[in-house]
């Protein structure tokens, strides 16, 4: 029996040329554009999984490679440079299929600009003041704004403007908020200037985790103060007291005294993650930062971690990296990324899996707060009403329709290098998912992916004409199936192609007054039957976001029906092979993809997994070739 011939690309390189040393590679398209930045211990190690058989990559892998028109690579001295680098081109090429980041919102900053010289707290979203010294951030304005009022009872510090500062010591009046009691700089003409620098000092030395010093020398002031009958400077002690009760009580002890750390929760799904980061400074989350991710190609959790690591303190400043990083998994170059911190902190630094005790459990509560946010990522926009009602008439004006598409059905399609092909739909209505409506759809015979989209159209177009009998135990009355609502949308995932097959489908089923569109996933842009060029709508489009979300939703809708599929062939099949474990089963479904395809396999292509000798690659044979 012949060996089939095994799909790959025309740039693969020649064996052997790849070197063997660390370094980091790229992928460019025709016109020379960085697709993807990545970075290797071995890089012949690493590129020879990009080019292995075509149907044994993940869906955007595979998307990725055959985008690119060519592969270049790098070599660097170590391991920690090759980090380095990585990080350096991601930032400079912005590659579309790298993880991308989406910090929605600028969170608000506690600041003490120490450069000035008198320096003062301010509350901030700009993160670039020369010589400022930085707390947060906080999740919201006025909890900023609480903390100040607190901490200044405490250690009364400047809190006027610059202009009002230089009016003030010019003039020799004391600035405004100085005159009710809410300034302490020398503007208030209460302390001098030193005086002031050194209470600016113990602000900062109490915000960074001195909790315990002052609490315990204010106690023994109030005392003293006592002991002595000064009971006015002892409730002046006492107020302050309190104060810093209440500061701490914001931010309740969650390590031991001496942590400074930074935690990292993360949570993913096939498309998008959500990371929560615990600040942790003398064992108080002093700030917490949420950033949502979107995941172009298949990254799993391990490499998520270290792509959020560099980009947490890639820029950061020595003084906000901390001694330990804990994360939910460590990544390959854990030993590396290590060296590269603690060349960027001066310092030591340590990244480690909050595994048991009290760092797993606020592990844990990270990590919920990401599941939460990743939901919420998901859904916030279209469960907004004037921003789903923006969104349908945003389409109804850029695809020229009559009237707002109130239901709009979604197709996509996968498969495993044409094998294991599956479908889905998914209903939008008024702008919200119909889950109780999503179908999938088995392809069995098919050339390509617009042939298996033009059959499962035909399929779900002649329930328009045809529906399926819905009986109703409940009820005498007639109810009318539901797949016998037409949309007023239809879209495909996919580019031209893809819209022209949807376009025959509709026109042989007879349905051309059902709009048609199609979301590439390249550059976003919106493809109409007919049509020679794109629509493209703007990147803040509501209708754009509400196609993602439905291209999205699809999408991620096809891929769990093919797993379960999968994972149902490989335990009604393979399972009945003896010597044939759990393990196995498993490396032999990433190695082939399917069933159908280690069908067509011979025993020698079989043998080419490690751990499969020719004894057990014939009998997995025979028994594929006998059912």
């Not at 700089?185 to 209470?199: D, F, L, Q």
């Not at 590396?336 to 990244?351: A, D, F, P, T």
Request: glycine share 6%; aromatic share 8%; hydrophobic share 40%.
């Amino acid at each position: 029996m012949a060996k089939t011939a095994r799909p790959t690309v025309a740039y693969k390189p020649r064996p052997g040329e790849i070197p063997t040393n660390p370094g980091v590679y790229r992928f460019r398209d025709a016109s020379g554009r960085v697709l993807y930045v990545g970075k290797a211990k071995n890089l012949r190690a690493r590129l020879s999984n990009y080019f292995a058989p075509l149907r044994t990559l993940h869906e955007r892998t595979r998307r990725m490679v055959t985008s690119a028109a060519s592969v270049e690579w790098t070599v660097v001295a170590s391991d920690v440079d090759s980090l380095q680098l990585e990080y350096m081109w991601i930032k400079e090429f912005d590659p579309p299929f790298n993880v991308r980041y989406r910090d929605d919102k600028s969170y608000p900053f506690m600041a003490i600009t120490l450069a000035d010289e008198a320096p003062r707290v301010i509350v901030t979203r700009n993160r670039r003041i020369p010589g400022a010294k930085y707390f947060g951030p906080y999740p919201k304005v006025w909890a900023v704004h609480d903390t100040i009022d607190l901490m200044i009872k405490v250690f009364p510090i400047r809190t006027c403007s610059d202009a009002s500062y230089k009016k003030a010591m010019a003039t020799g009046r004391p600035c405004f908020p100085g005159q009710i009691g809410r300034c302490g700089g020398p503007c208030s003409m209460k302390v001098t200037i030193e005086e002031h620098r050194a209470i600016v000092d113990d602000f900062v030395a109490f915000m960074a985790g001195g909790d315990q010093r002052f609490s315990r020398e204010l106690n023994a002031r109030m005392r003293e103060a006592s002991a002595a009958m000064d009971y006015e400077a002892a409730a002046v002690y006492r107020d302050r007291l309190q104060a810093i009760d209440a500061v701490l009580n914001k931010s309740a002890l969650v390590l031991s005294e001496d942590t400074d750390a930074d935690l990292f929760g993360i949570a993913e799904d096939e498309l998008s993650a959500a990371v929560q980061q615990f600040v942790i400074r003398g064992g108080r989350v002093r700030g917490v930062r949420a950033t949502t991710i979107d995941k172009e190609i298949d990254i799993d959790g391990a490499d998520l971690v270290d792509q959020v690591v560099q980009r947490a303190y890639g820029d950061a400043a020595a003084a906000d990296i901390p001694r330990q990083v804990l994360v939910p998994a460590l990544p390959e170059d854990a030993a590396e990324l290590e060296m590269w911190l603690r060349e960027r902190r001066g310092k030591q630094v340590s990244i480690q899996v909050a595994q048991r005790g009290r760092k797993a459990e606020l592990l844990k509560t990270a990590t919920l707060n990401a599941q939460q946010a990743l939901i919420l990522h998901k859904t916030r926009r279209t469960s907004d009403y004037v921003a789903r009602t923006q969104a349908l008439t945003d389409l109804q004006e850029a695809l020229g329709l009559s009237e707002a598409p109130l239901r709009i059905e979604c197709y996509d399609v996968s498969h495993l290098g044409g094998t294991n092909v599956v479908a889905s739909m998914v209903v939008f209505e008024d702008g919200l998912p119909r889950k109780d409506q999503y179908r999938n759809f088995g392809v069995s015979e098919t050339t390509d992916d617009t042939d298996s989209l033009y059959q499962v159209l035909i399929r779900r177009l002649a329930y328009l004409d045809r529906p399926e009998p819905v009986e109703d135990p409940d009820s005498t009355a007639p109810k009318r199936p539901r797949f016998a609502y037409p949309p007023q949308l239809l879209v495909v995932d996919g580019g031209k192609p893809q819209v022209e097959a949807a376009a025959r489908a509709l026109a042989d089923a007879g349905h051309e007054e059902i709009a048609l569109c199609g979301i590439a996933k390249r550059l976003e842009e919106v493809w109409l039957p007919g049509e020679e060029y794109p629509v493209i709508l703007p990147r803040t489009s509501e209708a754009l976001y509400l196609l993602q979300r439905l291209r999205d939703e699809a999408h991620r809708f096809a891929i769990t029906h093919q797993r379960r599929r999968r994972r149902r062939d490989i335990q009604s099949v393979l399972a009945e092979v003896p010597g044939l474990g759990e393990a196995r089963i498993k490396a032999l479904l990433r190695h082939f993809g399917s069933v159908a395809a280690l069908k067509q396999a011979t025993p020698e292509e079989i043998t080419e997994l490690p751990g499969v000798g020719p004894k057990l690659a014939a009998a997995i044979h025979a028994h594929l070739a006998s059912g």
